[in-house]
């Protein structure tokens, strides 16, 4: 079992950065990947980004390619998505998710989300 915890969203301005975290506790396996997903109001839940736990490659969507940077701290377990240049459109719910599997990880795992909120 693997439990998930996301910190750091809040209130931004157009231009400006959040950096979410991700502290996963449990049992890890290398195999895994750790990924965020986010939903707006009325819309699906849409794919941001997700590394590799082992090796640490990555995927992004192309809505964030450039702004956003995930990355990992083996030690802590824990996974971060810097956003910048932040628009108004990445207002969401922000969810940590964990998986087996790469390039296709299937999501085993939810965190329970944050919200971000970009004022224009």
């Known amino acids: 079992q693997v439990q998930l915890v996301e910190s750091g969203g809040g209130l931004v301005q157009a231009g400006g950065s959040l950096r979410l975290s991700c502290a996963a506790s449990?049992?890890?396996?290398?195999?895994?990947?750790m990924g965020w997903f986010r939903q707006a109001p009325g819309n699906e839940r849409e794919f941001v980004a997700a590394?590799?736990?082992?090796?640490?490659?990555?995927l992004y969507a192309d809505s964030v390619k450039g702004r956003f940077t995930i990355s990992r701290d083996n030690a802590n377990i824990t996974v971060y998505l810097q956003m910048n240049s932040l628009k108004p459109e990445d207002t969401a719910v922000y969810y940590c998710?964990?998986?087996?599997?790469?390039?296709?990880?299937?999501?085993?795992?939810w965190g329970q989300g944050t919200q971000v909120t970009v004022s224009s």
């Open positions: 449990g049992r890890l396996f290398s195999r895994y990947a």
């Open positions: 590394i590799r736990w082992s090796g640490g490659s990555t």
């Open positions: 998710a964990a998986g087996s599997g790469w390039p296709t990880p299937e999501w085993d795992y």
